[in-house]
């Protein structure tokens, strides 16, 4: 059990928005600790879309953008293609943990 | 470019032992670096960090007293010796490069990863 949690599962038809959750706790993102966020096709490189919460790196497309508010982070698609079919997943810091946490990912599924 | 690839993986015994390594074609001197694993039909799970220069090492404690994360930047390349494996070592390792001071260290580049079974 991930100590984020993310949906399993998302799901939209081109064109249209997703968002995909991530709810932490009091000892990682409640306690301000940064959110990022990750593209995994399996059998790729994992891929780095947004950091510290809301900052896209050069070359990630606009469509994709990242919020976080209390004890959870949300990373928001718009304008959904088919190349976005893939797994998403968070990443934070827990210090009860002392370590690195992903959440367990979400498979968005494009229609 | 700026790639890392990772090279070491196959089978080994329960109990045995394998060598990761993963050649970065930046400098990677610096850089912190990190290990990250993936299970079959599983998600991402960090395993372990290591500051630029190799003085600071963080490891998961799934991993810990059994896994050792190290760097030779002369070389450009980052290790992984991970001894007495089980398994649920069975994963693709991947290496990524950190940005940020710990704790809010994220991954900006990744490598395609490398495939260790453990199996009897």
């Known amino acids: 059990q991930s100590v984020l949690t993310q949906p399993l599962s998302v799901s939209g038809a081109p064109g249209q928005r997703v968002t995909i959750s991530c709810t932490g706790s009091s000892s990682n993102i409640e306690a301000g600790y940064a959110v990022h966020w990750y593209q995994h096709l399996p059998g790729t490189a994992p891929k780095l879309l947004i950091s510290?919460?809301?900052n896209r790196p050069s070359g990630v497309p606009d469509r994709f953008s990242g919020s976080k508010s209390g004890t959870s982070a949300s990373l928001a698609i718009t304008g959904l293609q088919a190349e976005d079919e893939a797994d998403y997943y968070c990443q934070s810091y827990d210090s009860a943990l002392s370590d690195v946490v992903f959440g367990g990912g979400t498979k968005l599924t494009v229609l | 470019q700026v790639q890392l690839v990772e090279t070491g993986g196959g089978e080994a015994q329960p109990g045995g032992s394998l060598r990761l390594s993963c050649a970065a074609s930046f400098n990677l001197k610096n850089f912190g670096m990190h290990w990250v694993r993936q299970a079959p039909g599983k998600g991402l799970e960090w395993v372990a960090f290591i500051e630029h220069d190799g003085n600071v090492q963080n490891h998961a404690e799934s991993v810990k007293g059994r896994f050792t994360i190290s760097r030779d930047n002369s070389k450009n390349t980052l290790y992984l010796q991970m001894s007495s494996l089980t398994g649920e070592d069975t994963a693709v390792y991947y290496c990524?490069?950190?940005?940020?001071?710990?704790?809010?260290?994220?991954?900006?580049?990744w490598g395609k990863g490398t495939t260790v079974t453990v199996s009897s």
């Open positions: 510290n919460n809301n």
């Open positions: 990524a490069r950190s940005r940020q001071p710990p704790p809010t260290y994220y991954m900006d580049v």
